[in-house]
């Protein structure tokens, strides 16, 4: 019989808003820790890559190491503490975002082995070599946007947090061995089953017994490890799964309190409005129309969601409406009218503001000559593109290039 895991217990109450804050979504953040962190329990959900230094992160009782390289994804269920171990300070860029986002783009129709897989692996993996220059790229490139709040910008944004959750979740399933999971405190298994079955008619007693314990056992665990009661934990992980709901604005507040697993519309009231501090239908027209600066308007709809992310993975190929809606089985005119509808613009001016987009963060970081950059990010030749460029920035590709990083290489050639 193995022993049973002792969790790291946390000290003091977990703080909220460290990484968070209505400014700081979908922003690139950069993070210097020194010493140690308080306990931090966000309701968002965050990205974390360790640039430099040492140290570890506590989650949920149990201790990871951290270097140049880690790659941490952390949900509204994880309670941390990040605490820096060497002369070094740890160095940290950290990307937070809304959670109805964040379970929009991981957890949207997922196939049963794609859950499993997330809920058992890790939440931090080691990146080396062309795996840690690719997530380092896709963080780059995020904060090129932070120069611009526009629909275009978000929608870049909102495609790389994609990418790295599905890198996450690739790299998950690769790790997933549902014939001998990892051994895990009781607080951790606790926490991922209370998340995985929130809106069963589930008791502390209930979840004890499945892990061969008591009630007792498991309150005084969950709140070592996360500061909550069973009862609290529970309420936070429903009102988390309630937001993301409140994003579709065809489904009534009695469907969204079922669904989130609240036994009735009252219970659902009083608990959202004492954990999110307003009431679902004032958090519902405060998420739709007003969003702090972020755009929102894409991730209303599912179909929307599938053709944007199409068109930005796809962005280096000749990609046009008629192949979009080949490859998603969409119809055109559906296509035509989302787009329309929630950006005022054609599928094309989209889909051209994607590679132009990209077109800038290559004149910036790299020598490439703009005809490889016009190939690069989808064009034909150089001229459609320096023309296109032009319409949109009001100068060739070459003196935006000039004006912002200077207009020689190494070699002393033109860029």
């Known amino acids: 019989m193995n022993e049973a895991i002792k969790p790291k217990a946390i000290c003091g109450r977990p703080v909220h808003s460290f990484f968070t804050?209505?400014?700081?979504?979908?922003?690139?953040?950069?993070?210097?820790?020194?010493?140690?962190?308080?306990?931090?329990?966000?309701?968002?959900?965050?990205?974390?890559?360790?640039?430099?230094?040492?140290?570890?992160?506590?989650?949920?009782?149990?201790?990871?190491?951290?270097?140049?390289?880690?790659?941490?994804?952390?949900?509204?269920?994880?309670?941390?503490?990040?605490?820096?171990?060497?002369?070094?300070?740890?160095?940290?860029?950290?990307?937070?975002?809304?959670?109805?986002?964040?379970?929009?783009l991981t957890f949207h129709e997922p196939a049963p082995d794609t859950v499993d897989a997330i809920i058992d692996a890790p939440p931090l993996i080691s990146l080396e070599g062309n795996r840690l220059e690719k997530i380092e790229g896709l963080f780059d490139e995020f904060e090129e946007e932070d120069s611009c709040f526009d629909p275009g910008s978000s929608l870049i944004k909102v495609a790389i947090l994609g990418q790295f959750a599905n890198f996450f979740i690739h790299h998950s399933l690769k790790q997933h061995r549902p014939d001998s999971p990892p051994m895990r405190p009781l607080g951790w298994k606790a926490a991922l089953y209370i998340s995985a079955h929130f809106a069963e008619d589930i008791t502390a007693q209930g979840v004890a017994s499945h892990f061969g314990s008591t009630a007792a056992a498991l309150n005084r665990e969950l709140r070592t490890i996360s500061g909550y009661s069973f009862s609290q934990f529970l309420?936070?992980?429903?009102?988390?799964?309630?937001?993301?709901?409140?994003?579709?604005?065809?489904?009534?507040?009695?469907?969204?309190?079922?669904?989130?697993?609240?036994?009735?519309?009252?219970?659902?009231?009083?608990?959202?409005?004492?954990?999110?501090g307003m009431t679902p239908i004032e958090y519902r027209k405060l998420l739709l129309n007003e969003g702090h600066g972020v755009y929102r308007g894409m991730i209303m709809n599912t179909t929307l969601m599938e053709v944007l992310n199409y068109s930005y993975s796809s962005y280096s190929e000749p990609v046009d409406i008629k192949e979009t809606s080949k490859k998603l089985f969409i119809s055109e005119s559906v296509i035509r009218d989302l787009v329309y509808e929630n950006f005022s613009s054609h599928y094309k001016d989209l889909a051209m503001l994607t590679r132009i987009r990209h077109a800038e963060a290559l004149l910036l970081t790299t020598d490439l000559p703009i005809v490889d950059i016009a190939v690069n990010v989808g064009f034909n030749c150089s001229r459609s593109?320096?023309?296109?460029?032009?319409?949109?920035?009001?100068?060739?590709?070459?003196?935006?290039?000039?004006?912002?990083?200077?207009?020689?290489?190494?070699?002393?050639?033109?860029?």
């Open 385 to 415: 593109f320096t023309r296109t460029f032009k319409r949109i920035y009001g100068m060739a590709p070459s003196e935006y290039r000039e004006r912002n990083r200077g207009g020689k290489n190494q070699n002393g050639k033109e860029k």
């Open 235 to 276: 309420n936070r992980v429903r009102v988390n799964i309630a937001s993301i709901a409140l994003l579709y604005d065809g489904m009534s507040l009695s469907y969204v309190a079922a669904h989130s697993g609240f036994p009735s519309d009252v219970a659902f009231y009083r608990i959202f409005k004492k954990y999110m």
């Open 21 to 104: 804050g209505k400014d700081k979504y979908l922003r690139l953040q950069k993070h210097c820790i020194s010493d140690i962190t308080p306990p931090i329990s966000e309701n968002e959900s965050t990205f974390i890559l360790v640039t430099d230094g040492g140290g570890t992160i506590t989650i949920n009782g149990v201790t990871f190491p951290l270097k140049r390289g880690s790659f941490v994804w952390l949900q509204s269920y994880h309670t941390f503490t990040i605490k820096a171990e060497s002369v070094q300070p740890l160095k940290l860029s950290v990307c937070v975002y809304d959670y109805p986002l964040s379970s929009f």
